[in-house]
């Protein structure tokens, strides 16, 4: 495997300039869940000029893209993000994940006959809000797939990143609307209950399990001081360990936004959106990423299971991984004290240590295809 490996190491450090230039056009135009059409375009462009053939608009999403190489016996998927946050931009680093992944493939490509790989170079929307994973999960993107993978930017390196199962909880109260100061006994007041709803909630996270987590914003708090509010909504993450905590705590939360429309009479309805599941990791693929990744001088965090705990995040990506084989490693990108989803991050997201980690990232996802690859012919050979 050395000189397969060597030769892998070459073909991302020669399209190490391309990449890089994919991670920052990306970053410099950031595109909310599934209105990544420069992005996916751009990554489409990238692997068609190194010779991958490339499928746009794939599994009925205009913004998701696939290139399919070699018809090994092995079928690996590399999942590529690049959807930003609204507000803060790619404050989450799928720019970095771009990069990474298209990296990853452009090497396996012209070496997928000789490994007896399938390979699969998949860009996938919509990670942040809207499951576009789950999407083309259910529309058979990873059917007979023997390995998908990524990798995340962080403050930190890990080779599972923790994660929680989660749904978006999308809640309106409809009450009726009347003069605040004259007439305020002829309202019903839509903006008290989700103030109600947001007391429940908060009362609530004290009788929580330590690995559970429910946060919200208003989206819409009433047109006008002097009117009382007729309609109110506002959005709200409910995440635990696994699905099956997930579901216990997404009854409670529920209770709390009926609870308001009790308290005040008005009108409720809770709208749910996908629900990203917890991750099961593969410890096989997991061991052979880190090993690749230090192998190219890459130190892992050591934290304990209460602090990984405590920090995890959700990915649609996790859902793949209880149908195949699946690792989410994160890479650190030396953002000190910024962490995901702050500003500081975002930046932190385009400058050269985020740039290496995108090589370093690309260069250990293509050498663990090729240990999956040749373990698999030693398997096949006994």
Known sequence: MTSIKAALAERVHAASDDLIALSHRIHAHPETAFEEIRACGWVGDLLEAHGLPVEQGVYELPTAVRATVGSGPVHVVICLEYDALPGVGHACGHNVIAAAGAGAGLALAPLVDDLGLTLTVLGTPAEENGG???????????????????????????????CRAYVPMDVTYRGKAAHASAFPEAGLNAADALTV??????????????????????????????????????????????????????????????AGAEATGCGVSVESGRTYSHFTHSEELAYWYRSNAEALGRGFADFSAATLERMAGSTDMANVSLVCPAIHPTLNISSGDAVNHQPEFAAACAAPPADWAALDGATAMAWTCADLADAAASKERT
């Not at 259910?138 to 930190?156: I, K, L, Q, S, W």
């Open 197 to 258: 709803a947001q007391v429940g909630i908060g009362l609530l996270r004290q009788h929580l399990h330590p690995g559970d987590r429910v946060h919200g914003i208003v989206r819409h708090g009433g047109d006008a001081p002097n009117v009382v509010p007729d309609r109110t909504s506002g959005q709200w993450y409910v995440r635990a360990p696994d699905l099956d905590r997930l579901e216990v705590l997404v009854d409670r939360v529920n209770s709390c936004f009926r």
């Open 132 to 162: 576009g994973k789950i999407i083309m999960l259910e529309r058979g993107a990873f059917d007979g797939v023997d390995a998908a993978m990524m990798v995340h930017p962080a403050p930190y390196e890990l080779d599972q990143m923790p």
